[in-house]
Every structure is written in C-alpha cells, then in structure tokens.
C-alpha cells in the first residue's frame, strides 16, 4: 500500500507561481509512475501531467505545457509539480496519484487546492 499526501496549494494572483508537492509513503513509490490531476468545481478530474517511475518521458496536458513541469525524488518519495504563469482557469484541486497499469490509478491523494486569482 501507498499514500500520498499532497501540499503546497494555496491562493496566488494571476502570473504567479506556486510548487505542489506529493509526498508517499510505502517502499513502491519509486516502481511507479506518477501523475497530477486536477478537479475544478463542476468539472470532471483532469490530466494534468506525468511522468515514469524514473523521472523519463514527461507528459502535459495542452493547457499547461510550457508553464508546468512535473519531476520527482524517488530518493525522498516525494513528486512534485512546479506551477508558473498561473490563471484563473488553473484553480482546482490538485490530486497526485500513481499509475499502477496502461490507464491505471489505484493510488490517490487526497488533494491540495489551487486558487488562481484575476
């Protein structure tokens, strides 16, 4: 079994930067890939990123390529994902979680909320 917990969240203005951060516990952290997802109210979850178990071959959402970048520190169990130029449009709940399978989560956290202010 693995949990996460993720931190980092919080209210910013529009343009500016914040780093969320998913810390796991459990020995299997490192034999996954990881994942950032998203919930705005109303809305169905989204991808947002992710990344291998070894930090190769990120992948981003359309909407935040160019202003997001995921990594992770498979020596500290910790994920991260690092949030510049920020809009309005980027608040949500921000969920990490690891991918078990092709398409698989089993593994959720329980969310961190990103408030983006105009």
């Known amino acids: 079994q693995v949990q996460l917990v993720e931190s980092g969240g919080g209210l910013v203005q529009a343009g500016g930067s914040l780093r969320l951060s998913c810390a796991a516990s459990?020995?299997?952290?490192?034999?996954?890939?990881m994942a950032w997802w998203r919930q705005a109210p109303g809305k169905e979850r989204e991808f947002v990123a992710s990344?291998?178990?070894?930090?190769?071959?990120?992948d981003y959402a359309d909407s935040v390529k160019g202003r997001f970048t995921i990594s992770r520190n498979n020596a500290q169990n910790t994920g991260y994902l690092q949030m510049n130029s920020l809009k309005p449009e980027d608040s949500a709940v921000y969920y990490c979680?690891?991918?078990?399978?092709?398409?698989?989560?089993?593994?959720w956290g329980q969310g961190t909320q990103v408030t983006v202010s105009s």
């Open positions: 979680a690891l991918r078990v399978a092709p398409g698989k989560y089993d593994y």
């Open positions: 459990g020995r299997t952290f490192s034999t996954y890939a």
């Open positions: 990344v291998d178990w070894n930090g190769g071959r990120p």
